[in-house]
C-alpha cells in the first residue's frame, strides 16, 4: 500500500509551500479511502511518494485518470495567501491503495 503525491513544478512553489501543499493532499486523499485501505496502509507503515508533474494539465489528466480508476484522490486548490493565486491547482493525492495501482498510474513520474 502506498500514496503518492504530485507536485507542480511549473509553480516554482518554495520548499515551505511544497509542504504544506502535500500535506493537505496526503491528508484530503486518506480521507476518501476506504477504512481498510487506511488500516492496511498505516499497519504498513503509510508509505508516501512525491512525484513532480510539470504543469496544471498533466496534474489534473492525472486526478481524472485516478478518480476514473476508483482510487482515492483528491485535488488540492490553493487559498492564494501567499505564492500563489487562489483557486491554484498545486497537488493531487492518491491513495492509500495497493502499490501497482498506483504505480500503473504515476510510476514513470520523476521523484520531486
Not at 40 to 50: D, F, L
Not at 66 to 81: K, N, V, W, Y
Request: with cysteine; charged share 25%.
Amino acid at each position: 500500500m502506498k500514496q503518492v503525491i504530485l507536485i507542480r513544478k511549473d509553480l516554482k512553489m518554495g520548499k515551505g509551500k511544497i509542504a504544506a501543499q502535500s500535506a493537505h493532499a496526503s491528508l484530503q486523499a486518506y480521507k476518501a479511502a476506504s477504512a481498510t485501505a487506511r488500516t492496511a496502509w498505516e499497519e504498513e507503515g503509510s508509505k508516501k511518494v512525491v512525484v513532480a508533474v510539470a504543469s496544471e494539465a498533466e496534474l489534473i489528466d492525472h486526478y481524472r485518470k485516478a478518480r476514473s480508476q476508483g482510487l482515492p484522490c483528491a485535488l488540492i486548490r490553493d487559498a492564494g495567501l501567499t505564492q500563489t493565486a487562489p483557486g491554484t491547482a498545486t497537488a493531487v493525492g492518491i491513495g492509500p491503495c495497493p502499490d501497482q495501482e498506483a504505480d500503473r498510474l504515476t510510476g514513470k513520474l520523476k521523484l520531486l
